[in-house]
């Protein structure tokens, strides 16, 4: 089942934070996160894995509380670079493929 | 490391005409995935292969479309008989383990317009 996005859509000014939250019904063994700015593919951000360990680049942190099923990626004075579709995709535990949420779309502004 | 590559960028078909595409992962990757998305919504899983295996198959997906990876390298898509809901961005990713504990690179993708 896909993960839920929230929200669809957030336009900040130059500097300021968002937070972007995923949540699933399914038990979840790890979250990734991807930026899609439009007529380019998908670029990895972030990945949380059950049991805490956390592996990406940049300057966005994310958590992941395996309890609730979600996870939330923090975006700190944004920049016009930040701008693009966010994506996270859940898997289960093995050798599933991830399942992706619809998206949530940022416009950063000067 | 020269990234995903995908072949064709672009491609339009009559309906009902057969399509295939080509992806190329990253060389050390051995896992090869299919997506499939369309204009506002996330990639939406087809298959994937581990090496040669083709491990998982989405259940929406109809018996028109098949993929292959041999020798565990290159992978095609193809699409039999086009409809024209088969319209859609074709998107190939790689990612170097089987446990899923690392992100996914995504190739261009090749966009398919059935008309």
């Known amino acids: 089942q896909q993960p839920v996005q929230s929200p669809q859509a957030v336009i900040l000014r130059e500097g300021e934070d968002a937070v972007i939250n995923c949540s699933s019904s399914k038990a979840l063994y790890s979250v990734h996160w991807y930026r899609q700015k439009h007529g380019e593919a998908p670029v990895f951000l972030m990945i949380l894995l059950k049991g805490g360990e956390q592996k990406g680049h940049e300057k966005i942190s994310a958590s992941f509380n395996e309890k609730k099923q979600q996870s939330s990626l923090y975006l700190t004075a944004s920049q016009l670079s930040y701008s693009g579709t966010y994506f996270c995709g859940t898997g289960g535990a093995g050798r599933r493929a991830l399942t992706f949420g619809s998206g949530t779309r940022l416009q950063v502004q000067p | 490391d020269t990234g995903v590559s995908q072949d064709p960028r672009h491609k339009i078909t009559k309906r009902g005409q057969n399509v295939t595409f080509r992806c190329d992962p990253i060389?050390?990757?051995?896992?090869l995935y299919w997506y499939r998305q369309t204009l506002g919504q996330g990639p939406e899983f087809l298959t994937y292969f581990q090496n040669e295996a083709q491990l998982e198959k989405s259940r929406l997906l109809s018996d028109r479309f098949s993929a292959e990876r041999p020798k565990g390298s290159f992978s095609t898509l193809e699409i039999q008989r086009t409809e024209q809901g088969d319209s859609a961005m074709y998107l190939c990713a790689s990612s170097p383990d089987p446990q899923g504990s690392y992100g996914y690179t995504f190739g261009s993708g090749t966009r398919l317009t059935v008309v």
């Open positions: 060389s050390e990757h051995n896992r």
